[in-house]
């Protein structure tokens, strides 16, 4: 099965600096990469997703990009603010199921 | 539009009980999934739902189960709790299904303790 591996677990960037989350995927045959975030007593909220005909995208201070021949992904915060901290998800899955395989989280701390 | 709602959101059971949880999507969606959280472990998928059909498993054992009823509700259903079940339990849910044509929403959870 999928085996997604995320770095690094924790992360902590002064506000202004950028951050960025590194995921590797084992399943040739992934191809939707969804990146969640969870701050502490709520489920994890979708910010951003990447399909495998797509390379980069991106959403104001947010930016994902995918290399699909070194199977890997990656979550880019520019100008961190203390409301981003938290732990961020990256996950996978294959065709059209919904299970998700997720990476273990990193968590974020921006300090002031 | 309201998000995913989780009832209960905190529950607190003894070994060998069962317990039911219970989801309801946002509106117009008609696919739930479930994930189990712990710390140990992190997110795992349990099983999905679509037009009231298991559509999808994961690797859990025959004591989680679970059902959707016609209005897309979902409930998750965990017989003779162990102790290894306390987790954070999560429904997600989307249009018609996962992968690239339709995101995956969350709701904030079913905290279950196993004492």
């Known amino acids: 099965g999928e085996n997604v591996e995320q770095h690094p677990s924790t992360l902590s960037v002064q506000e202004g600096d950028s951050a960025v989350i590194k995921c590797t995927y084992s399943?040739?045959?992934?191809?939707?990469f969804p990146w969640y975030k969870q701050e502490l007593g709520k489920g994890p909220q979708l910010i951003i997703d990447i399909r495998s005909n797509v390379g980069e995208k991106k959403d104001q201070r947010i930016a994902v990009t995918l290399n699909k021949t070194a199977k890997h992904f990656s979550l880019h915060i520019t100008e961190t603010q203390p409301e981003d901290s938290a732990v961020y998800f990256c996950a996978a899955s294959s065709g059209t199921a919904s299970k998700l395989t997720f990476g273990t989280g990193t968590r974020l701390q921006v300090t002031l | 539009k309201a998000g995913v709602t989780q009832t209960p959101r905190y529950l607190i059971k003894t070994r060998g009980q069962q317990v039911t949880l219970s989801c309801s999507p946002i509106?117009?969606?008609?696919?739930v999934s479930w994930y189990q959280q712990t710390p140990g472990q992190g997110l795992q998928f349990l099983f999905e739902y679509f037009s009231e059909t298991q559509r999808n498993k994961g690797n859990f054992p025959g004591r989680f189960s679970g059902r959707q009823f016609s209005n897309s509700r979902s409930e998750m259903n965990v017989s003779t709790l162990e102790l290894g079940d306390s987790a954070l339990y999560l429904c997600?849910?989307?249009?018609?299904?996962?992968?690239?044509?339709?995101?995956?929403?969350f709701g904030p959870g079913t905290r279950l303790t196993v004492t």
């Open positions: 399943d040739s045959a992934s191809n939707y």
């Open positions: 509106s117009g969606h008609r696919s």
């Open positions: 997600a849910s989307s249009q018609r299904g996962g992968g690239p044509l339709y995101e995956q929403y």
